[in-house]
């Protein structure tokens, strides 16, 4: 897990927008030079998309996933390991979701699929 604490000054936050308007400029130029057309990219995929990154960072904070790291304690496990198989009962269901199905089916087909 991790914090993203804001270190980026006034000054600094100017010229990053200044920088961004110039490669949006760019980019916009490009894409009417070469007469680029636009991808479509549909949010349901997106979701998918990034619930599966989330799957392979989530496997690696169960006990058996840390415990490559080093040993964990054994009061650890029975207070992280449920938690995670939540996370990963969700996840399945966001992705049931994105995929059109309606959140009483995605609970139910959820509470089916293995976790590990």
């Known amino acids: 897990m991790s914090d993203v604490q804001n270190d980026v000054t006034p000054e600094m936050e100017r010229a990053l927008r200044e920088k961004i308007c110039v490669v949006y400029a760019v980019i916009d130029d490009l894409q009417t030079r070469f007469a680029l057309p636009l991808e479509t990219k549909l949010a349901s995929r997106e979701i998918i998309q990034g619930l599966s990154q989330l799957w ?7 006990a058996e996933g840390l415990g490559r790291y080093g040993t964990i304690d054994s009061f650890i496990v029975p207070l992280l ?32 699929r293995p976790v590990r």
């Not at 392979?56 to 169960?62: M, N, S």
């Not at 994105?98 to 009483?104: D, R, V, Y």
């Open 56 to 62: 392979a960072v989530l496997q690696e904070f169960d």
């Open 81 to 112: 390991d449920p938690q995670i198989k939540i996370l990963a009962r969700l996840m399945f269901a966001l992705e049931h979701i994105a995929l059109g199905h309606t959140h009483s089916s995605a609970q139910s087909a959820s509470d089916k």
